[in-house]
T-cell receptor, first 116, second 113 residues
Framework: KAGVTQTPRYLIKTRGQQVTLSCSPI?????VSWYQQTPGQGLQFLFE???????NKGNFPGRFSGRQFSNSRSEMNVSTLELGDSALYLC???????????????FGPGTRLLVL | DQQVKQNSPSLSVQEGRISILNCDYT??????FLWYKKYPAEGPTFLIS?????DKNEDGRFTVFLNKSAKHLSLHIVPSQPGDSAVYFC????????????FGKGTKLTVNP
């Protein structure tokens, strides 16, 4: 079974631009979460989707948004990029949410975003 | 305010010995805890988890211990192998169910041959 895939793997943007990152979960997984990893803050939760609905959102500004499609694929968008948005963005999927008895989330390799 | 803390940024052990990675949490609403391992340029990989109704969970060389009264958990790796060298993240999930995992900042484990 293929793992979680994220595209693109690397991205360079300039301040003020916007970016869209894509995540394809493991086949059959309906829950998708996004995390931001930076050296200073570690891994921080962005948001979580299940059945095309956002269930949870972390403490990030409204410039960060996301959505999930009917095939469970998910995208996250960051508008008006700032230098501090440079990070590794990780997507994780699970068959069902942890709340519904899921054991864990399976992470993709991440998209490394550099904002210049 | 960090709700999940891994106070040791790095740990170095000899091959064959025990590695003990520690994690402290402050939120008493956390009731499910996970450990992940991360190699460079890869996403975190799930290792082992423990529910708050247990105080120990074992899977092969990996054992996680939970001390609820101390709000402390630890991951024991016995025996340690060079391939275990990676960054280990502790994560906690709040009661009531949420995908909003809260991660520690990680401990870099180096196992020397």
């Amino acid at each position: 079974k293929a793992g979680v895939t994220q595209t693109p793997r690397y991205l360079i943007k300039t301040r003020g631009q916007q970016v869209t990152l894509s995540c394809s979960p493991i086949s059959g997984h309906r829950s998708v979460s996004w995390y931001q990893q930076t050296p200073g803050q570690g891994l921080q939760f962005l948001f979580e989707y299940f059945s095309e609905t956002q269930r949870n959102k972390g403490n990030f500004p409204g410039r960060f948004s996301g959505r999930q499609f009917s095939n469970s694929r998910s995208e996250m968008n960051v508008s008006t990029l700032e230098l501090g948005d440079s990070a590794l963005y990780l997507c994780a999927s699970s068959p069902v949410p942890l709340a519904a008895g899921g054991e864990t989330q399976y992470f993709g390799p991440g998209t490394r975003l550099l904002v210049l | 305010d960090q709700q999940v803390k891994q106070n040791s940024p790095s740990l170095s052990v000899q091959e064959g010995r025990i590695s003990i990675l520690n994690c402290d949490y402050t939120n008493s609403m956390f009731d499910y805890f996970l450990w992940y391992k991360k190699y460079p340029a890869e996403g975190p990989t799930f290792l082992i988890s423990i529910s708050s109704i247990k105080d120990k969970n074992e899977d092969g060389r990996f054992t996680v211990f939970l001390n609820k009264s101390a709000k402390h958990l630890s991951l024991h790796i016995v025996p340690s192998q060079p391939g275990d060298s990676a960054v280990y993240f502790c994560a906690a999930s709040p009661q009531g169910g949420s995908e909003k995992l809260v991660f520690g900042k990680g401990t870099k484990l180096t196992v020397n041959p």
